[in-house]
């Protein structure tokens, strides 16, 4: 009986060590890993456009998979390259086209089908999307896998909500807050509504601990970075609200060095806004430097107050923006990698000084399509031998707006000039 007793605990603990190890793995970038998506669609009426979009970890950027195109039934299959476990924007364009609303002749208002789904590095969610149930929410679209109840997770919720984005609202705020107090309130809020949701979703149904311990830091720390970037965002709008001398307080609310944040891109540039908002201001005050270097004590910060594996991802993730954005000398891009332990990690950062595409004085722009006012698609070459002014925006970005007077005035301008 002693016997059978030990192995069945030897069993469950093998079996205990596996998931660690499983969900350790899953916790940690993969560079070459592909997901799947299998999306099996039927009766569908109209030719549907299905689109995804990802927030990439390396190269730091907002990444869109291969459009498809749906009609009638059948199978077709997306793959993405994505390197942690994390969530995907699909979008179905057109889906709700001619779709009448319940017991109403009208038609519904919203066109697409906007969801969230997760993906897993090396892992296939199939998706079922059934274009005869597009009046019913829930029925529409179903997701079937190992990771499939994540899925769920943010479909219900999308449900919960009425399909409002609530990092939208997040967002604008920062673009329309009067006062420093009102915009942590009511951000604190938005952010309680969502934890309140994923506690208790979590209480009624099986998602992975690791996934919860993902959700929780990914929305505390989105708020994070959000407060951490207000002030700045406030001077530029010539907003008039003194900075309260408590208001960093926030900052104590969540670890730094905190490993079961490592799959949200929110913790890393709250890491990063940290640094320049609070860390680098009160070094500078406590010490007398008239040549300051925030790149090495941006180094000496990422590998004293973190882990190996974090420190190593945000001082890889500051190169690698800063090889997009700015001329890195090659001083600077060898005392970043010196501090890097990942051998993964420094062959990516290798290839990408390698291959900087950084344009510089004389070179020839990259061609690329943009729509015109008539909706349609223009190639930059067009313009061959013409002086182009570019300038993108968003509709919420206060600044941004506050800047087309000046715009304007230089396109005039150049008009002249020509």
Same mark, same amino acid.
């Given at each position: 009986?002693?016997?059978?007793?030990?192995?069945?605990?030897?069993?469950?603990?093998?079996?205990?060590?596996?998931?660690?190890?499983?969900?350790?793995?899953?916790?940690?970038?993969?560079?070459?890993?592909?997901?799947?998506?299998?999306?099996?669609?039927?009766?569908?009426?109209?030719?549907?456009?299905?689109?995804?979009?990802?927030?990439?970890?390396?190269?730091?950027?907002?990444?869109?998979?291969?459009?498809?195109?749906?009609?009638?039934?059948?199978?077709?299959?997306?793959?993405?390259?994505?390197?942690?476990? &994390? %969530?995907?924007? !699909? =979008?179905? *364009? @057109?889906?709700?086209?001619?779709?009448?609303?319940?017991?109403?002749? #009208?038609? $519904?208002?919203?066109?697409?089908?906007?969801?969230?789904?997760?993906?897993?590095?090396?892992?296939?969610?199939?998706?079922?999307?059934?274009?005869?149930?597009?009046?019913? &929410? %829930?029925?529409? !679209? =179903?997701? *079937? @896998?190992?990771?499939?109840?994540?899925?769920?997770?943010?479909?219900? #919720?999308? $449900?919960?909500?009425?399909?409002?984005?609530?990092?939208?609202?997040?967002?604008?705020?920062?673009?329309?807050?009067?006062?420093?107090?009102?915009?942590?309130?009511?951000?604190?809020?938005?952010?309680?509504?969502?934890?309140?949701?994923?506690?208790?979703?979590?209480?009624?149904?099986?998602?992975?601990?690791?996934?919860?311990?993902?959700?929780?830091?990914?929305?505390?720390?989105?708020?994070?970075?959000?407060?951490?970037?207000?002030?700045?965002?406030?001077?530029?709008?010539?907003?008039?609200?003194?900075?309260?001398?408590?208001?960093?307080?926030?900052?104590?609310?969540?670890?730094?060095?905190?490993?079961?944040?490592?799959?949200?891109?929110?913790?890393?540039?709250?890491?990063?806004?940290?640094?320049?908002?609070?860390?680098?201001?009160?070094?500078?005050?406590?010490?007398?430097?008239?040549?300051?270097?925030?790149?090495?004590?941006?180094?000496?910060?990422?590998?004293?107050?973190?882990?190996?594996?974090?420190?190593?991802?945000?001082?890889?993730?500051?190169?690698?923006?800063?090889?997009?954005?700015?001329?890195?000398?090659?001083?600077?891009?060898?005392?970043?990698?010196?501090a890097i332990k990942s051998t993964q990690l420094k062959n990516y950062l290798e290839q990408q000084f390698k291959h900087d595409k950084n344009l510089k004085k004389g070179d020839c722009a990259p061609d690329f399509y943009l729509k015109n006012e008539?909706?349609?698609?223009?190639?930059?070459?067009?313009?061959?031998?013409?002086?182009?002014?570019?300038?993108?925006?968003?509709?919420?970005?206060?600044?941004?707006?506050?800047?087309?007077?000046?715009?304007?005035?230089?396109?005039?301008?150049?008009?002249?000039?020509?």
């Amino acid at each position: 009986m002693k016997r059978a007793i030990i192995v069945l605990l030897a069993i469950i603990g093998l079996q205990a060590n596996c998931q660690i190890n499983q969900d350790s793995v899953l916790l940690r970038i993969n560079f070459d890993a592909v997901s799947t998506i299998k999306v099996n669609y039927t009766n569908f009426k109209d030719t549907i456009l299905l689109t995804s979009g990802f927030g990439n970890f390396f190269p730091n950027d907002y990444l869109e998979g291969e459009s498809l195109k749906l009609y009638g039934d059948g199978i077709k299959y997306l793959r993405l390259k994505i390197q942690i476990p &994390q %969530k995907v924007d !699909i =979008r179905f *364009i @057109g889906f709700f086209s001619d779709s009448p609303e319940k017991d109403s002749s #009208k038609t $519904i208002p919203i066109k697409d089908l906007n969801a969230t789904c997760f993906l897993v590095p090396s892992d296939t969610l199939e998706i079922e999307v059934d274009y005869a149930q597009r009046n019913l &929410q %829930k029925e529409a !679209i =179903r997701y *079937i @896998g190992k990771y499939a109840g994540i899925s769920d997770y943010y479909r219900n #919720k999308e $449900i919960q909500f009425n399909n409002e984005d609530l990092s939208y609202r997040k967002g604008m705020l920062s673009n329309t807050a009067i006062n420093y107090q009102s915009f942590k309130n009511t951000l604190d809020s938005l952010t309680d509504i969502e934890l309140t949701f994923l506690n208790d979703y979590s209480k009624k149904n099986d998602l992975p601990q690791w996934f919860v311990n993902y959700e929780n830091f990914d929305l505390r720390y989105d708020a994070f970075t959000s407060k951490m970037n207000e002030p700045a965002v406030m001077k530029l709008r010539d907003v008039v609200n003194p900075l309260p001398d408590d208001y960093f307080s926030f900052t104590k609310e969540l670890p730094l060095n905190n490993e079961d944040a490592i799959l949200s891109i929110y913790y890393f540039l709250s890491l990063r806004d940290y640094f320049y908002n609070c860390f680098e201001p009160s070094q500078l005050t406590n010490k007398f430097t008239g040549n300051i270097n925030y790149l090495h004590d941006f180094i000496g910060y990422s590998i004293t107050h973190f882990s190996p594996y974090i420190s190593d991802i945000l001082l890889a993730r500051e190169l690698d923006m800063s090889i997009k954005l700015f001329q890195v000398s090659n001083d600077d891009y060898i005392s970043i990698t010196n501090a890097i332990k990942s051998t993964q990690l420094k062959n990516y950062l290798e290839q990408q000084f390698k291959h900087d595409k950084n344009l510089k004085k004389g070179d020839c722009a990259p061609d690329f399509y943009l729509k015109n006012e008539s909706n349609a698609f223009v190639s930059l070459k067009t313009f061959k031998d013409n002086v182009i002014y570019l300038c993108f925006w968003f509709a919420g970005c206060k600044p941004c707006i506050k800047g087309f007077p000046e715009e304007n005035h230089l396109v005039d301008v150049l008009r002249m000039k020509m």
